[in-house]
């Protein structure tokens, strides 16, 4: 093993971060629990955590069974005893066992039949295999101090963070929660390939406590050794030597720097195959691509395309709780039975952003082409921001097919609008797609006007007209929810579509667009745009 500390920091947040160790030198305290337990009114928040070795026994771990491993690599001197024979001190448990000792405390393990075990922070659910929670409190006068996770990698990432505080790492306080006689903290791994919990070698951790907002590697990872960074799309997952792309259009490359000739698997999904150039021997399915390679380097490219069509809709959320809408079903459905290369969804998937409603979504995402979200306002609040960043990715991205340049933005999050760098990105994606001749497409949650007498669910004013100056400056086309009707037509000159009819309850009679529907988009070779609306009984 090797001690690696990396600056790489392709991330959508940036929380606090971890220099992650190898083995681990032998166990020198000889501390043991204070009478009475942890004084915690004598230590300031996050001090129980940062000298929690020597306040704790470190001489004897309760470990859970096939969690063995574990302790003999962070504490290779101590006496292992089960699990079940623990009353305090310290403990390395399966979320399995953790749940019912955590019962009722400020951090806990909870279950959901979609994504398995969850980590409970003071109400807020965080999904993975990834996350650890390392806590420590009093319990009948003892000492406690537990290191668990929703898996074994997550019980592994607290465990190493926690040795990094011992060895003198910092920590950020605003990320500890101290309630009466408990302190803890919630982590987060990236890197731990093989999912065991411990830093192996051709592995390299980032390792980060987080309070709300989980910290995201998009693009890059050290896989068998090997630094792979990936273009047009984001790596959702790493499994051993195979590395999982969520592709975000059609134009996807990988460079492995520094190589080693490992070879690796490359699984690219979202993707449509049908319009793809393909290096011989790749394995395909409706909406992936698989790759095993040892090169250095690759790109999947789209073929040259002319007339195609595109499948949109939008606002498919229920109007509460977790039930998906039974419309919704049937426009997935008809969507799926029709012809179009790829679908736009314009946002508001779920309610309110819980981890519940996205379960009951997930389980119904069956699509049988690649489909790109503009995200919105009722999906990317809470604790539903970090599942939308897991399964979708950034929500600021850009491909190209046929002579169409996609343009998809989140004008949800500063006051309906755009930030100074979104505006900034925006216009040299504009100038991309007119160099290359291409018509842009702009796909957001909210339009930038709302086209009804006296309607107001748009973008805040000064950013909708912004945006409507340049569409009209370089031709776009805009594609738009948010309003739970059908309508299209032009403002200022600009052509625009609003189809928020997938699921939510309509804001319209059926004669001023209020019916269900999704909208069949004929992107022609001249930079026309046939637009034609699927209605879809309820």
């Known amino acids: ?6 600056g790489i920091l392709l991330i959508f ?12 030198p032998a166990e020198t305290s000889t501390a043991g629990p204070q009478a009475g337990g942890i004084d915690f009114e004598s230590l300031e928040k996050g001090q129980v955590l940062t000298q929690w070795k020597s306040l704790a026994d470190v001489s004897k771990v309760y470990v859970s069974e096939g969690y063995e491993d574990l302790a003999k690599h962070y ?3 101590a006496q292992i005893l089960p699990a079940s024979q623990y009353d305090g001190g310290v403990a390395i448990l399966s979320p399995q066992d953790a749940r019912a000792l955590l019962k009722g405390k400020p951090i806990l393990i909870t279950v959901n039949d979609y994504f398995g075990y969850i980590v409970y922070r003071l109400g807020v659910k965080f999904v993975g295999k990834d996350k650890g929670s390392f806590v420590a409190f009093n319990d009948d006068g003892k000492a406690h101090f537990v290191f668990t996770g929703t898996s074994k990698a997550g019980a592994g990432a607290a465990l190493e963070y926690a040795l990094e505080l011992a060895e003198g790492g910092e920590i950020n306080p605003e990320d500890v929660i101290r309630s009466g006689e408990f302190e803890g903290i919630v982590v987060k791994v990236i890197g731990d390939n093989n999912w065991n919990g411990i830093p192996d070698e051709g592995e390299h951790w980032y ?7 989980e ?7 050290i896989v068998e050794g090997e630094n792979v960074t ?14 999982y792309i969520h592709a975000l259009g059609f134009n996807v490359s990988v460079d492995v720097r520094d190589g080693t000739g490992a070879t690796l698997t490359y699984v690219i999904e979202n993707t449509n195959p049908a319009v793809l150039n393909l290096p011989e021997g790749a394995e395909i399915g409706d909406t992936w691509v698989k790759i095993t390679t040892s090169e250095d380097s690759f790109s999947i490219t789209p073929k040259e395309v002319g007339e195609y069509v595109v499948l949109a809709f939008g606002d498919h959320r229920p109007g509460g709780g977790t039930e998906v809408p039974e419309v919704f079903l049937r426009i997935r459905d008809k969507i799926n039975a029709d012809d179009g290369i790829f679908i736009i969804d314009g946002g508001d998937l779920i309610y309110s952003g819980r981890v519940d409603e996205w379960a009951a979504l997930l389980r119904e995402w069956k699509w049988n082409k690649p489909i790109f979200i503009a995200v919105g306002n009722h ?12 399964f979708f990715g950034p929500t600021d991205y850009s491909f190209a097919l046929g002579g169409y340049h996609y343009i998809f933005m989140n004008d949800i999050r500063n006051d309906y609008g755009l930030s100074d760098e979104q505006w900034s990105w925006l216009q040299k994606e504009l100038e991309r797609a007119r160099a290359a001749g291409r018509r842009p497409v702009i796909v957001m949650h909210a339009p930038p006007v709302d086209p009804r007498p006296g309607g107001d669910h748009s973008m805040n004013p000064a950013d909708g007209q912004k945006l409507l100056g340049l569409m009209k400056e370089y031709n776009a086309f805009g594609i738009f929810s948010h309003i739970h009707i059908y309508w299209y037509g032009e403002e200022d000159g600009v052509q625009m579509l609003i189809t928020g009819g997938g699921g939510a309850s309509l804001y319209a009679p059926l004669d001023q667009g209020g019916f269900y529907h999704y909208v069949r988009l004929g992107m022609m070779p001249d930079g026309k745009i046939n637009v034609e609306p699927v209605k879809v009984e309820s």
Do not use: Q
């Open 13 to 24: 947040i940036v929380v606090a971060s971890g220099c992650i160790g190898g083995e681990r």
């Open 379 to 390: 999906e990317y609040i809470g604790e539903g921001i970090n599942v939308y960043h897991m």
């Open 207 to 213: 390792l980060s406590s987080f309070r709300a907002r």
């Open 75 to 77: 504490f290779p001197d």
């Open 230 to 243: 990936v273009k047009g799309g984001f790596i959702r997952l790493v499994n051993g030597s195979t590395v």
């Open 215 to 221: 910290p995201f590697i998009y693009y890059w990872r």
């Open 1 to 6: 093993m090797k001690k690696v500390v990396f």
